[in-house]
Nanobody
C-alpha cells in the first residue's frame, strides 16, 4: 500500500506564496496521475489540481493562473506551488493518487495523504 506524506503547509499572508510537497513511499508516479484536493472547515473536499502520466496538468478554475502542480519522478514527490494566495485558499490540503475516472471526483483516487494545513491571513 503506497503511503503519501504532505508537508509545507503553514501560515502565509494574502498575496504571498507557499510550496506544498507530497512524498510517496514508492515509485508510484510513472503509472498514475496525482492530484491535490483541499477541504475547508464545514465544506466538502474539493479538487485543486492534477498532473497525469504525461505531465499534462489540470486545475480548478479557482486556482488557475495562481497554483502550479509539478512532480519530480526521481524524488517520488509531487509539488503544489501556491502564488498570490487568498484567504479563501485556507484549507487542509491533501495529495492523492489517481486510480480511474474523473480527476474532479474524490472517488477516482485510491490513496490519500494525511493532509497539511494552509492558513492565509488577510
Amino acid at each position: 500500500q503506497v503511503q503519501l506524506e504532505e508537508s509545507g503547509g503553514g501560515l502565509v499572508q494574502a498575496g504571498g506564496s507557499l510550496r506544498l510537497s507530497c512524498a510517496a513511499s514508492e515509485r508510484t508516479f510513472s503509472n498514475h496521475a496525482m492530484a491535490w484536493f483541499r477541504q475547508a472547515p464545514g465544506k466538502e473536499r474539493g479538487f485543486v489540481a492534477a498532473i497525469d502520466w504525461s505531465d499534462s496538468t489540470y486545475y480548478d478554475d479557482s486556482v488557475k493562473g495562481r497554483f502550479t502542480i509539478s512532480r519530480d519522478r526521481d524524488k517520488n514527490t509531487v509539488y503544489l506551488q501556491m502564488n498570490s494566495v487568498k484567504p479563501e485558499d485556507t484549507a487542509v490540503y491533501y495529495c492523492a493518487r489517481h486510480q480511474s475516472g474523473s480527476f474532479w471526483s474524490k472517488g477516482s483516487f485510491s490513496a490519500w495523504g494525511q493532509g497539511t494545513q494552509v492558513t492565509v491571513s488577510s
